[in-house]
């Protein structure tokens, strides 16, 4: 394991630096938690609910995960708090060693429930199951996250800064903390929310960096809801360690198999990147049973944690810069294909797309 050049303890983690790009503001570090330390950059994957297409601990395991996020609000609903608090929490419920983070519960009821309305107190929303009136309430949420056992839980919150109307809108019970001083003293970690609700890349880039310039070196960021594999590279290169989406999980179901592009498996041919099985055998069976979105899901999570772990490595070997305009050249074959909201971000932090040397 590679040697920490400074880090910081508090009663819930140990986060300690292991590398720092000497271009960019992307960092290499070491996150140890309750179940076990983690490598960071890292992605979380999150299935929204334990699914038959999701899955086995095993099979999670396998893909390298250390560190899975689940959802407050889903686990709150089913099995629900009582049996949880019986059972001795998430971990044991699922059979899962390793890391959990949970959410506060907040994203599910502002993006899900039409009739949320958050006060001072919660949020307020009405039953999916059976239409009750309920309230969710900070304590509430951090009681749940307590029974659930989680390694990292996160706080809920109203969001203080937004880029535009519409990432209030769909993120409104996020925790966004980088503004309140003293959390930002006492928490072992920031969040940064609020971001992925529409807004434009431009802006979401700006928001990140000016978080990453503005935080303390030796916590741990976490960007919640990213992202497509460019998002997760460019993200990196802007100061942010941890990352989250439903994205790749949820596409496999849909039959998507992640690459550096996104692969519909109905058309595409050849072998499947690190499975050992032909795309044929997936596309075979895609659609048609369960087994294809199963296998698709493990390529997925696979790929965007392999994806970090050969993040992680150029940035310990300080050469991400060249990393980066490497994965940009085999994403767009053409130059001018290159998204403007990357080449201006990048060069933000001192990396041209443009520059030939790799
Ligand atoms: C927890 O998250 C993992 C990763 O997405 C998922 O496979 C698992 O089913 C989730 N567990 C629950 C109980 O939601």
């Not at 880090?7 to 000497?22: D, E, K, N």
């Not at 058309?267 to 199963?294: D, M, P, Q, W, Y």
């Amino acid at each position: 394991m590679a040697a920490t050049i400074a880090s910081q303890s508090s009663a819930a983690l140990t986060f300690g630096l292991v590398a720092r790009c000497s271009t960019t503001r992307a960092r290499a570090s070491c996150l140890t938690l309750p179940h076990g330390p983690v490598q960071l950059p890292m992605f979380m994957p999150v299935a929204t609910q334990a699914s038959l297409k999701g899955l086995t601990p095993e099979q999670l395991e396998e893909t390298g995960c250390r560190l899975c996020l689940n959802n407050t609000y889903h686990l709150g609903l089913k099995p629900g708090q009582e049996v949880l608090a019986a059972i001795g929490g998430a971990h044991k419920l699922q059979g899962w060693q390793h890391n959990i983070l949970t959410d506060s519960g907040g994203f599910q009821m502002v993006s899900l429930l039409k009739l949320a309305s958050i006060t001072e107190e919660g949020v307020r929303f009405l039953s999916p199951h059976d239409a009750t009136p309920m309230l969710l309430t900070p304590e509430h949420s951090i009681s749940l996250q307590n029974t659930i056992g989680s390694d990292i839980m996160m706080q809920l919150d109203d969001v203080l800064v937004t880029t535009s109307p519409d990432a209030a809108r769909m993120r409104g019970g996020h925790a966004a903390k980088l503004l309140q001083g003293d959390d930002r003293q006492r928490s072992p970690g920031i969040a940064i929310g609020g971001l992925s609700g529409g807004e434009a890349k431009a802006d979401y880039c700006r928001v990140v960096a000016t978080c990453t310039e503005l935080l303390p070196e030796l916590k741990p960021r976490y960007v919640m809801g990213i992202g497509y594999p460019e998002d997760l590279v460019v993200s990196v290169a802007l100061g942010a360690d941890m990352f989250d989406c439903v994205w790749p999980t949820r596409t496999a179901r849909f039959g998507n198999a992640v690459t550096r592009k996104i692969v519909a498996v109905y058309a595409a041919e050849g072998e499947t990147e690190g499975l050992g099985i032909t795309r044929a055998f997936v596309h075979h069976n895609t659609a048609k049973e369960t087994v294809s979105a199963h296998l698709l899901t493990l390529h997925n999570v696979w790929y965007q944690l392999n994806l970090m772990g050969e993040v992680r490595d150029a940035i310990i070997a300080d050469r991400y810069p060249a990393f980066i305009r490497q994965f940009f050249a085999n994403l767009y074959p053409n130059k001018a294909d290159y998204p403007e909201w990357a080449v201006g971000a990048l060069r933000g932090v001192g990396v041209d797309l443009f520059e030939d040397r790799t």
